[in-house]
């Protein structure tokens, strides 16, 4: 998307605020204001301490004793929804990402693989899960979701 302006700064600006909707600039808010200056100690410092106790927990799963290939999730907490149903409510939004944030939190290759469908108020509405495998391992993620995706009967 690029929408032009007077100048480099009016072409940025108005791109940057017509392209992205209403969650992404708070989220992108967010983000500034936990890393902004009085903010990084107490926020951005933590999260790093936080981030590190995961990874180390993910590479114990995936290394351990009782190493797995894989970790499947929901994608999601609940099925689609209508657009702009939880556009009042930024928690209910947040926790939809809820399962696919850990990841990309640690690092970790995913992906979300189509699964079915569930009946809502006389529509069919698509569901799914996430696969997660170790560092370097995207092959197996395509590997499993191929398999899963020529077992499926939509």
């Known amino acids: 998307l690029h929408i032009e302006g007077d100048n480099l700064l009016d ?3 108005k791109t940057r605020g017509s392209g ?20 990084y100690d107490a926020y951005y410092k933590k999260a790093e301490e936080v ?4 990874r180390s927990d993910f590479d114990k799963v995936f290394n351990g004793d009782n190493a797995v290939s894989a970790i499947i999730t929901p ?10 149903e939880k556009t009042d409510d930024p928690l209910k939004m947040y926790l939809e990402d809820i399962f696919t944030v850990t990841a990309n939190v640690v ?5 979300s693989i189509p699964s079915g469908f569930i009946e809502k108020d006389g529509k ?4 799914g899960f996430q696969i997660m495998a170790p560092h370097f391992k995207e092959n ?14 939509f």
């Open 20 to 39: 992205f909707g209403r969650e992404v600039r708070r989220r992108i808010i967010l983000g500034s204001y936990v890393l902004s200056a009085g903010y």
């Open 140 to 153: 197996w993620l395509f590997e499993i979701g191929r398999e899963v995706e020529k077992n499926l009967q």
């Open 51 to 54: 981030r590190n106790l995961i």
């Open 11 to 13: 072409d940025y600006m």
């Open 107 to 111: 690092g970790l290759p995913a992906i």
């Open 75 to 84: 994608t999601t907490l609940d099925i689609a929804f209508k657009i702009g």
């Open 124 to 127: 069919k509405l698509p569901i």
